[in-house]
Nanobody, 125 residues
């Protein structure tokens, strides 16, 4: 069992930055590809970013590429999502997730086995 605990998020003006954190107490964190997803009001959950178990591979949604950065520290069992140049359309509840091994960096939500509790990000115009 992997428990994911998220922190960060909040309210920020357009053009600002936020960093989301996702920590786990699991000792096998380095075995899991990790991802971030988001769900905006009235919309389906969508992929944001993913990173492979050792951090060598990352993928981003086209809507966030160049603005968001996913990173991880396996020693700290933590993954981060650094969000810059935020736009009102980035407003959503953001979720971190751990992929089902041996998947490394999947981009679809059904490949993820464990999910964080979600954190609200609101970007004002």
């Amino acid at each position: 069992q992997v428990q994911l605990v998220q922190s960060g998020g909040g309210l920020v003006q357009a053009g600002g930055s936020l960093r989301l954190s996702c920590a786990t107490s699991g000792r096998t964190f380095s075995s899991y590809g990790m991802g971030w997803f988001r769900r905006a009001p009235g919309k389906e959950r969508e992929f944001v970013a993913t990173i492979s178990p050792r951090g060598s591979t990352t993928y981003y949604a086209s809507s966030v590429k160049g603005r968001f950065t996913i990173s991880r520290d396996n020693a700290k069992a933590t993954v981060w999502l650094q969000m810059s140049s935020l736009k009102p359309e980035d407003t959503a509840v953001y979720y971190c997730a751990a992929a089902r091994p041996p998947l490394r960096a999947p981009v679809t939500s059904d490949a993820y086995e464990y999910w964080g509790q979600g954190t609200q990000v609101t970007v004002s115009s």
